[in-house]
């Protein structure tokens, strides 16, 4: 059975001539435990999937499938504890009063931990970075470190899908590859099933089995990874995509 199965789905920003079509009729599966790639040029609808899959996108019609539950209206609890987001700009996403320990603690308790302290380090063990990295501020990390964070942040549920929109295209080239080994490594040790949208296809032929290329909000091809790395795309859209990567 498919971890998260998305059919015809449609999503809009405003209404009358004031809306605009993000995503066209996107239909797709993503396997438990598989890596899943959304991949296409800026604007092209990929991060709107995932924002409509966690309700952070409210308008849209179609079918949105989560572990075999149909997704409808506000999100339970429940919901969260299953699916997490890392999202593109560590900076951003951390709030810069709160310390790594505030960060991690309030997510485990809210979602209902009560052995918080055991729980932080081993978030912080389980990303790379330890127990001295517990009282830091995010203004005293790297971009690379408040990714770690965010990502030991979203593992805190325990979840089984973690949606990961562009999760190193804001780091320094020399971190990117850490980070990116970190999340491969966290999927096989966890179990996790990721649905992830990203511009650089290199990105995607290192972390997913399969990926969907998306233009103008619509999914034009679904391929595999070794047609990828063979450079077997059959949609023309696909190929400029494919010989630009080059």
């Not at 969260?80 to 505030?102: G, I, N, T, W």
């Amino acid at each position: 059975m498919s971890m998260i199965s998305v059919d015809n789905l449609n999503v809009w920003f405003g209404n009358g001539r004031d809306r605009v079509d993000a995503v066209k009729g996107a239909t797709f599966a993503v396997k438990r435990g598989d890596s899943f790639g959304l991949v296409g040029e800026s604007g092209s609808g990929k991060s709107t999937i995932l924002r409509a899959i966690t309700g952070l996108a409210p308008d849209w019609s179609g079918k949105i499938t989560v572990d075999g539950q149909v997704i409808s209206g506000r999100r339970e609890k429940t919901f969260y504890k299953k699916v997490q987001m890392v999202f593109q700009d560590p900076y951003a996403s951390l709030h810069p009063r709160h310390s790594v320990d505030q960060v991690l603690g309030e997510t485990l308790q809210l979602h209902g931990f009560t052995d918080i302290d055991v729980r932080v380090v081993k978030l912080l063990d389980d990303v790379g970075l330890g127990a001295k990295f517990r009282f830091r501020y995010p203004h005293q990390l790297s971009g690379g470190q408040r990714q770690r964070v965010a990502i030991a942040r979203a593992l805190a549920p325990e979840p089984e899908i973690l949606l990961l929109d562009e999760p190193t295209s804001a780091l320094d080239v020399s971190v990117q590859a850490e980070i990116l080994n970190l999340l491969a490594d966290l999927r096989v040790e966890h179990g996790l099933t990721y649905l992830m949208v990203s511009h650089d296809l290199s990105v995607v032929g290192h972390m997913c089995d399969q990926l969907a290329v998306m233009k103008d909000g619509e999914i034009v091809e679904i391929m595999d990874v070794a047609s990828l790395r063979a450079m077997k795309a059959t949609h023309p859209y696909s190929k400029h995509l494919l010989e630009a990567s080059v």
